[in-house]
């Protein structure tokens, strides 16, 4: 089942943020992740968000995601990432293909 990663982010060190998104999309798509949304100005439509940066993406499953974020390229470009930001990530199942019809 598809599994979404939701990284909602503060950024405070622009320069180390940029060049952990410089090495981003190799990895990722070595993983076989798909990047589907990165926006620093979100439409807030109710409640207060402390951050400044949402980034969704979607794995094939929970294995792959977990394969990814683990893996020695991912861990190595994330010390920038950890370094200059303030944040949370979220993983959330997907819904089945027989729920989402309604």
């Not at 926006?39 to 940066?53: A, H």
């Not at 394969?67 to 199942?93: H, K, N």
């Amino acid at each position: 089942m598809t599994v979404f990663a939701l990284a909602q982010i503060a950024i405070h060190d622009r320069q180390r943020y940029q060049r952990y998104v410089a090495a981003f999309m190799p990895v990722l798509t070595q993983y076989r992740g798909r990047l589907l949304a990165a926006d620093e100005s979100p439409r807030v439509v109710e409640g207060d968000w402390p951050y400044q940066k949402v980034i969704l993406m979607a794995f094939d499953s929970r294995e792959h995601f977990e394969q990814w974020s683990t893996s020695p390229e991912y861990r190595e470009i994330s010390r920038d990432r950890e370094a200059a930001t303030d944040g949370v990530v979220l993983l959330v199942d997907g819904v089945p293909a027989s729920r989402s019809a309604g």
